[in-house]
């Protein structure tokens, strides 16, 4: 997702004619980082992968947000987007449900995977603290909200035990945060199909 937005963000700085990146080929670029060719040839499963555990988060925790829509916590303008988003059938779709089943699987497959939830906890919460380090404060933004979405996402999936957790009891940051990630997700997908072609 971090390597469709920094290629985009080149593409768009090319377009404004921004001298720092002058010379850079978009495409080039594209392939040397997301294509099956480049130096992760899995990045664009990888991508789709985790879009598809996003869609599956939203899906659960869509009453909550539903919720929150009908008891005004939310502008109405933002409510009446979220309701048409949350409608989708995307968010429905059987084979969007596979990365879901498969992530779930392999977490309750035995008692070290379920041990194991508690250290991938400790690693997002590393993860956060990382975050701290870096210099450029708009990076640090977005990846803080990256992490805290794809966080949050596991913790309505899976929580504590591997069965899911509770979204009546996500924080209204986290279910932003969620929210925004998914249309990061979104917009890393539109891009790398767009570059595809």
């Known amino acids: 997702m971090i390597s469709a937005q920094v290629i985009k963000g080149i593409e768009e700085k090319l377009e404004e004619g921004d001298d720092e990146v002058a010379g850079m080929d978009v495409q080039a670029e594209f392939q040397r980082r997301l294509s099956v060719h480049g130096e992760t040839p899995h990045a664009l499963e990888n991508l789709y992968f985790g879009y598809m555990l996003m869609l599956s988060a939203v899906d659960v925790a869509k009453s909550r947000i539903l919720s929150d829509c009908a008891a005004d916590r939310i502008h109405s303008d933002e409510a009446a987007l979220l309701q ?16 879901y089943q498969k992530l779930h699987d392999h977490a309750v497959k035995d008692e070290y995977s379920k041990s194991a939830l508690w250290e991938a906890r400790m690693r997002t919460r590393d993860l956060m603290r990382i975050m701290n380090c870096v210099q450029c404060n708009k990076c640090r933004l977005h ?5 805290l979405g794809v966080s949050t996402a596991l913790q309505v999936l899976l929580g504590r035990t591997g069965e899911g957790g ?19 997700f979104s917009n890393a997908i539109e891009f790398c199909a767009r570059m595809s072609k």
Not at 84 to 99: D, Q
Not at 170 to 179: C, G, N, P, T, W
């Open 84 to 99: 048409t988003i949350l409608s989708s059938p995307l968010l429905e779709n059987p084979s969007v449900k596979v990365a």
């Open 143 to 147: 990846g803080k909200i990256s992490v």
């Open 166 to 184: 509770d979204p009546t009891r996500i924080h209204r940051v986290e279910l932003a945060a969620l929210l925004t990630t998914v249309a990061k």
